[in-house]
């Protein structure tokens, strides 16, 4: 990954034009070929970017008048995020080798641990094929099979937002393609459900499930209570 602070002017030509006037800016060229514009506010989000597939060329030839050089980002589509650099005040460029992936929290895993334990809290007469089935788009945290024989693919989450049920989405996508489980159908499990994305996972025919944590360590159970 490549870091530069510098002076710069951010303009972005394609179906949308944006321009960002001469300030100082962190600028990141990632491996992976995106390039992002961050300033020291706005939290996370940077203030413009180009995502890969991308291609950066330095015209330093071409720079307007009185500025150091001109960076020029140009995507398949022919867009452009055009960055005239006046001053560079940092420049670095690290090795951050593979990444590990995310983690999932002790609640999250716990929750998934708990339900493959106890796969009948989806339903009479399910059974458990496993746990993080692999895909090649990544693992779907349940695959299980319903009281008829049908595949079912489980993603867990502690809060269900519209992203999660994005990613299950893909996940059906790819395991509907495989005749040996297909048709598969999907249930989004989580603590708590958004109600934007409880409405997006039932429109496409995935069925939502809010998980009791605390039932399902047993921590609620009567079975030992005198009263």
Known sequence: MRLVIA???VDYVGRLTAHL???KRLLMIKNDGSVLVHSDGGSYKPLNWM???CWLEER???????AKALWVVTNKAGEELRITVEQIEHDSAHELGVDPGLVKDGVEAHLQALL???IETLGAGYSLIRREYMTAIGPVDILCRNADGATV???IKRRGEIDGVEQLT???ELLNRDPLLAP???VFAAQQIKPQAKTLAEDRGIRCLTLDYNALRGTDSTEFRLF
């Open 51 to 53: 995502s890969p597939p």
């Open 7 to 9: 002076r710069c002017q």
């Open 153 to 155: 693919a489980v993603e």
């Open 21 to 23: 006037p001469m300030a």
């Open 116 to 118: 493959a334990e106890h």
């Open 60 to 66: 330093d030839g071409d720079a307007p008048e009185g």
């Open 184 to 186: 598969v159908t999907g």
């Open 170 to 172: 893909r996940y059906l």
